[in-house]
């Protein structure tokens, strides 16, 4: 039932920034609270990658590509998650996703475009 809308996607300098929001709906801030929530990224000619997880009580972890550049967070009380992301390089450029862990329901993404 719960579907995610992903947001905040653009075209960006290297070494810029960009923040990305992911809103939830169709479900309440009780049971968003627990989900477990990734983000992914697609590439052209690429399978889907694997970015950054938050858990429901906040922790977060992420991919050696992007450690120390991006910051996943969340926001229970506005169903949204948010990934900020600094010290952007070409080889981040893909459309971003997110999701609930153990979903097979995809949304739209947003394109992230890094180049001079």
């Known amino acids: 039932q719960v579907q995610f809308v992903e947001s905040g996607g653009g075209l960006v300098q290297p070494g810029g920034s960009l923040t990305l929001s992911c809103a939830a709906s169709?479900?309440?801030?009780?049971?968003?609270?627990?989900?477990?929530m990734d983000w992914y990224r697609q590439a052209p000619g690429k399978q889907r990658e694997w970015v950054a997880t938050?858990?429901?009580?906040?922790?977060?972890n992420y991919s050696d590509s992007v450690k120390g550049r991006f910051t996943l967070s969340r926001d229970n009380a506005k169903n949204t998650v948010y990934l900020r992301m600094n010290n952007l390089k070409p080889a981040d450029t893909a459309v971003y996703y997110c999701?609930?862990?153990?979903?097979?329901?995809w949304g739209q993404g947003t394109q992230v475009t890094v180049s001079s």
């Open positions: 999701n609930k862990q153990s979903s097979d329901y």
């Open positions: 938050i858990t429901n009580r906040g922790s977060t």
């Open positions: 169709g479900t309440s801030r009780i049971i968003f609270s627990i989900y477990v």
